[in-house]
């Protein structure tokens, strides 16, 4: 679509590192959006590689419309998706991992549910990774649903499609990507899985190592059942 229409959906990437992933995102990503007014975000993290000039080359290519937002130092993954959410212009957001695993093509498909939620979450069927992550991600997705109950098959899924709205009335604190189901269901929120492809990384390397997803969150894991403890469901606010 035009760069000059008011965009539906706002694409928020965070990279760090990737500069052989930014232009082809963006270039799947004005494919999969072709008929929807729609802006990218790429949130690079303290980088220190071309990503930057990566997304500028994006933008002089005519790749829809592309912003660059850039951090001082790194901050991670939760900082850098707070900073592209706060200066999208859409009400309605898309996230995607810098990684290139995230097929920008299953947007629509997530965008299409945002009447039946307020958060459409990714659900990796088929893991395209070492057998060593995927099971280090099944234990991480099982401890958080046990401890949390937030129904969600797939926490860590990169992919998923949110109303800024709501996200914005959300607590913020680091890692905080990684309980987004839990968080919008505290908030009185909807919350839905949909099917989503899920492909191998072919250019750059990991930035997580082995015990980023499981031991570092269980600090994590109780902060948003304390959080979840407090929260005063059903309150109503009337101005007379």
């Known amino acids: 679509m035009s760069d ?27 494919v999969a959006l072709k008929a929807t007014p729609f802006e990218i975000l790429f949130v690079d993290d303290g ?20 912003r660059l937002l850039k951090h001082s130092f790194r ?13 999208a212009r859409a009400p309605w957001i898309a996230t995607l991992d810098g990684d290139g695993q995230n097929d920008p093509a299953d947007i629509p498909a997530l965008y299409a549910e945002r009447h039946t939620a307020e958060l459409v979450m ?8 070492t057998w ?14 046990t401890l949390l109950g937030d ?22 604190f680091d890692h905080m990507h ?24 072919e ?6 190592g082995l015990f980023d997803r499981l031991w570092v969150g269980i600090v994590d894991i109780f902060g948003v059942m304390w959080l979840r403890r407090r929260h005063q469901s059903g309150l109503q606010i009337r101005e007379e």
């Open 47 to 66: 980088s220190t590689d071309g990503t930057a000039a990566a997304v500028l080359q994006a933008r002089r290519e005519g790749l829809g419309e592309i």
């Open 178 to 201: 990684r309980f987004l189901p839990a968080l919008f269901l505290r908030a009185g929120c909807r919350v839905k899985s949909v099917p989503v492809r899920h492909r191998p990384r």
């Open 75 to 87: 901050s991670g993954q939760s900082a850098a998706v707070c900073s592209g959410v706060r200066a």
């Open 122 to 129: 990714g659900n990796r069927t088929s893991r395209r990774d």
């Open 132 to 145: 060593l992550r995927h099971v280090q991600s099944r234990v991480a997705n099982g401890v958080r649903g």
């Open 203 to 208: 250019r750059g390397v990991s930035k997580y």
């Open 151 to 172: 129904g969600t098959p797939d926490t860590g899924c990169g992919i998923k499609v949110m109303q800024r709205d709501a996200f914005m009335d959300l607590p913020r």
């Open 4 to 30: 000059s229409a008011t965009p539906e959906i706002s694409v928020v990437i965070p990279v760090c590192n990737e500069e052989g992933n930014v232009i082809p995102l963006a270039r799947e990503i004005a």
